[in-house]
Protein backbone atom coordinates (compact mmCIF):
# COMPACT_ATOMS: atom_id res chain seq x y z
CA UNK A 1 0.00 0.00 0.00
CA UNK A 2 1.49 3.41 -0.79
CA UNK A 3 1.06 6.41 0.85
CA UNK A 4 1.39 9.47 -0.35
CA UNK A 5 3.15 11.64 2.17
CA UNK A 6 3.59 15.49 1.64
CA UNK A 7 5.80 17.11 4.03
CA UNK A 8 5.51 20.84 3.75
CA UNK A 9 8.92 23.72 4.47
CA UNK A 10 7.61 24.49 7.93
CA UNK A 11 7.20 20.82 8.69
CA UNK A 12 11.00 20.06 7.46
CA UNK A 13 12.52 23.47 9.10
CA UNK A 14 10.95 21.81 12.21
CA UNK A 15 12.38 18.30 11.84
CA UNK A 16 15.88 19.55 10.64
CA UNK A 17 16.76 23.03 11.99
CA UNK A 18 20.16 23.24 11.52
CA UNK A 19 19.64 22.83 7.84
CA UNK A 20 19.62 26.52 7.27
CA UNK A 21 20.38 29.69 9.64
CA UNK A 22 16.86 31.84 9.61
CA UNK A 23 16.78 34.18 6.60
CA UNK A 24 16.55 37.17 8.64
CA UNK A 25 19.64 36.59 10.68
CA UNK A 26 21.68 35.26 7.48
CA UNK A 27 21.06 38.82 6.34
CA UNK A 28 21.87 40.85 9.46
CA UNK A 29 24.95 38.76 9.51
CA UNK A 30 25.96 38.40 5.97
CA UNK A 31 27.83 41.89 5.96
CA UNK A 32 30.25 40.30 9.10
CA UNK A 33 30.61 36.78 7.84
CA UNK A 34 31.64 38.41 4.35
CA UNK A 35 34.41 40.78 6.09
CA UNK A 36 35.77 37.67 8.00
CA UNK A 37 35.92 35.58 5.09
CA UNK A 38 37.84 38.21 3.10
CA UNK A 39 40.34 38.55 6.34
CA UNK A 40 40.65 34.81 6.76
CA UNK A 41 41.24 34.29 2.55
CA UNK A 42 44.05 37.43 2.74
CA UNK A 43 45.43 35.71 5.86
CA UNK A 44 45.79 32.04 3.99
CA UNK A 45 47.03 34.22 1.05
CA UNK A 46 49.88 35.92 3.45
CA UNK A 47 51.43 32.75 4.91
CA UNK A 48 51.11 31.03 1.63
CA UNK A 49 53.48 33.56 0.15
CA UNK A 50 55.78 33.92 3.14
CA UNK A 51 56.08 30.02 3.21
CA UNK A 52 56.87 29.54 -0.44
CA UNK A 53 59.31 32.90 -1.44
CA UNK A 54 60.59 32.62 2.37
CA UNK A 55 60.71 29.26 4.05
CA UNK A 56 63.08 30.46 6.62
CA UNK A 57 60.22 32.05 8.05
CA UNK A 58 58.67 28.79 8.77
CA UNK A 59 59.50 27.34 11.78
CA UNK A 60 63.01 28.43 11.80
CA UNK A 61 65.06 28.29 15.28
CA UNK A 62 67.20 31.04 16.72
CA UNK A 63 69.92 28.78 16.19
CA UNK A 64 69.58 29.80 12.32
CA UNK A 65 68.81 25.91 11.55
CA UNK A 66 65.35 25.00 10.23
CA UNK A 67 63.29 22.94 12.31
CA UNK A 68 62.34 21.11 9.00
CA UNK A 69 63.39 19.80 5.49
CA UNK A 70 62.43 22.62 3.24
CA UNK A 71 61.15 20.09 0.65
CA UNK A 72 59.11 18.74 3.24
CA UNK A 73 57.88 21.46 3.90
CA UNK A 74 57.02 22.92 0.34
CA UNK A 75 55.18 19.78 -0.24
CA UNK A 76 52.96 20.13 3.05
CA UNK A 77 51.95 23.55 2.17
CA UNK A 78 51.05 22.92 -1.43
CA UNK A 79 48.99 20.09 0.05
CA UNK A 80 47.31 22.72 2.59
CA UNK A 81 47.19 25.18 -0.08
CA UNK A 82 44.66 22.50 -2.13
CA UNK A 83 42.71 21.40 0.77
CA UNK A 84 42.30 25.23 1.95
CA UNK A 85 40.95 25.87 -1.73
CA UNK A 86 38.35 23.16 -1.89
CA UNK A 87 37.43 23.66 1.57
CA UNK A 88 37.08 27.28 1.24
CA UNK A 89 34.70 26.48 -2.17
CA UNK A 90 32.60 24.37 -0.18
CA UNK A 91 32.49 27.14 2.67
CA UNK A 92 31.24 29.44 0.59
CA UNK A 93 28.60 27.87 -1.40
CA UNK A 94 27.08 26.77 1.64
CA UNK A 95 26.68 30.42 2.59
CA UNK A 96 25.86 31.40 -0.49
CA UNK A 97 22.99 28.81 -0.73
CA UNK A 98 22.14 28.23 3.40
CA UNK A 99 22.33 25.05 2.74
CA UNK A 100 23.88 23.34 6.02
CA UNK A 101 26.22 26.24 6.54
CA UNK A 102 26.06 25.79 10.29
CA UNK A 103 27.50 22.20 10.10
CA UNK A 104 29.72 23.36 7.29
CA UNK A 105 31.31 26.00 9.26
CA UNK A 106 31.35 24.00 12.14
CA UNK A 107 33.81 21.12 10.34
CA UNK A 108 35.83 23.85 8.71
CA UNK A 109 37.21 25.18 12.40
CA UNK A 110 37.01 21.62 13.55
CA UNK A 111 39.98 21.04 11.01
CA UNK A 112 41.56 23.98 11.02
CA UNK A 113 41.66 23.18 14.88
CA UNK A 114 42.95 20.21 14.47
CA UNK A 115 45.56 21.32 11.75
CA UNK A 116 47.05 24.08 13.91
CA UNK A 117 47.03 21.76 16.93
CA UNK A 118 49.00 18.40 14.95
CA UNK A 119 51.50 21.43 14.09
CA UNK A 120 52.03 22.75 17.18
CA UNK A 121 52.37 19.22 18.55
CA UNK A 122 55.08 18.81 15.70
CA UNK A 123 56.65 21.97 17.80
CA UNK A 124 56.21 20.40 20.79
CA UNK A 125 58.05 17.01 19.96
CA UNK A 126 60.66 19.39 18.22
CA UNK A 127 61.08 20.81 21.90
CA UNK A 128 62.31 24.36 20.13
CA UNK A 129 59.43 26.29 21.00
CA UNK A 130 61.02 28.72 23.29
CA UNK A 131 64.07 29.11 20.26
CA UNK A 132 61.56 30.04 17.22
CA UNK A 133 62.57 33.57 15.39
CA UNK A 134 60.24 36.42 15.40
CA UNK A 135 58.91 35.88 11.77
CA UNK A 136 58.05 32.42 12.82
CA UNK A 137 56.24 33.18 15.39
CA UNK A 138 54.52 35.74 13.67
CA UNK A 139 53.25 32.86 10.91
CA UNK A 140 51.57 31.05 14.66
CA UNK A 141 49.67 33.99 15.15
CA UNK A 142 48.51 34.42 11.89
CA UNK A 143 46.64 30.71 12.21
CA UNK A 144 45.55 31.32 15.88
CA UNK A 145 43.76 34.97 14.27
CA UNK A 146 42.98 32.61 11.12
CA UNK A 147 40.53 30.15 13.81
CA UNK A 148 39.56 33.60 16.07
CA UNK A 149 37.75 34.92 13.19
CA UNK A 150 36.00 31.62 11.59
CA UNK A 151 35.07 30.93 15.70
CA UNK A 152 33.87 34.41 15.59
CA UNK A 153 31.48 33.68 12.54
CA UNK A 154 30.73 30.29 14.21
CA UNK A 155 29.34 32.23 17.31
CA UNK A 156 27.22 34.74 15.00
CA UNK A 157 25.62 32.04 13.26
CA UNK A 158 24.59 29.78 16.89
CA UNK A 159 22.88 33.13 17.93
CA UNK A 160 20.33 32.78 15.46
Known amino acids: MKYDIRITAEEMSALFPYIKVPKTHLEVIRPRILTRCSVVALLFLVRAIVIIYYPEFHCFSILKEGLANPELVMKVTQIRIALAFIISIV ?41 LTHPSVAMIALRFTIVVLLFQNHMDIRRS
Not at 97 to 124: H, K, P, W
Open 91 to 131: YLYSFYQNLYFRLVNLSVLVVLCALTIGDFQAFMMISSLDQ
